[in-house]
């Protein structure tokens, strides 16, 4: 990934951390009836069981390693080239820097590993209409966290480190797990979801650990990874994951 990561950094965070994770799985499945499973079947099923937790551990970390190395590309195509995309996440951030910005301070404030996601959330209120629903959100996982409200205990709530004051001080008198716990309404209502369905559909994430960009960047570059990782983000990916309702609210938008 030149501009981003060397052959041996890479290998590191992809290749070899992905197959540790996959063959730590197997392990703890062979024989089971889940062996076969896929990754994201896995997580959804083994959250909510604190005995099982090194199974969702395991699947829901290689779910989230390939979900931000996927995005990635040699010659990544720009935002630039979709058109509703960039004017959907507009109508929620009003405008792409705000939404760089954000993103990467919020990944830059983090002070454990884990991952930042760019997620678009079904039954959020947007910004500009009470009318509106659906809009974009970041939200900020720790270890192997997972952004899917029908986690259930593993989905991670608002963190005050990373937020602002103001979204921190609205949830935390109803909510002390976030907007998106498992004790809010939205969690209860993402919990009556069966398996597979959602609310929250992410489309990009950024890897904070570590291992990730240690190597070519050293202990001290993590806001230069975090720079360098924006410029190498393929867009038609995250055009490609992203829910066919955000689109159409972009051009409900721009027709006025």
């Given amino acids: 990934m030149p501009g981003l990561f060397s052959d041996t950094g890479y290998r590191l ?10 063959q730590k799985l ?5 024989g089971e009836p889940d062996e076969n499973a896929d990754v994201k079947a896995l997580l959804l099923k083994y959250a909510r069981d604190p005995q099982t937790a090194s199974v969702f551990n395991h699947a829901s970390m290689a779910f989230n390693n390939h979900f931000f190395y996927q995005a990635l590309s040699t010659s990544p195509m ?12 507009i109508k929620t951030f009003g405008s792409i820097d705000t939404l760089r910005s954000t993103f990467l301070d919020t990944a830059s404030a983090m002070f454990a590993p884990g991952f930042v996601w760019l997620v678009w959330c079904k039954d959020a209120e947007g910004p500009q209409s009470a ?6 959100r970041i939200l900020a996982t720790y270890a192997a966290g997972t952004p899917f409200p029908e986690a259930g205990y593993r989905q991670q709530g608002i963190d005050a480190n990373t937020s602002s004051p103001a979204s921190y001080e609205k949830y935390q008198a109803t909510n002390p797990l976030g907007s998106f716990g ?18 929250v559909a992410p489309v990009l994430c950024l890897s904070t650990w570590e291992h990730s960009y240690i190597y070519d960047f050293g202990l001290g570059g993590k806001r ?18 992203t829910p066919k309702e955000a689109g159409e609210a972009a051009g409900r938008s721009l027709l006025g």
């Fill in 26 to 30: 197997d392990e703890l499945l062979a």
């Fill in 224 to 241: 230069k990874y975090l720079e360098d990782w924006w410029a190498a983000i393929d867009w038609y990916r995250v055009e490609q994951r």
């Fill in 131 to 136: 009318r509106s629903r659906g809009a974009w």
């Fill in 13 to 22: 965070g992809w290749t070899t951390y992905q197959k540790m994770m996959l």
């Fill in 78 to 89: 720009k935002l630039e080239r979709y058109s509703l995309l960039q004017q959907s996440l």
């Fill in 182 to 199: 498992s004790h809010s309404q939205f969690g209860q209502d993402a919990a009556k979801i069966p398996p597979g369905g959602t609310t």
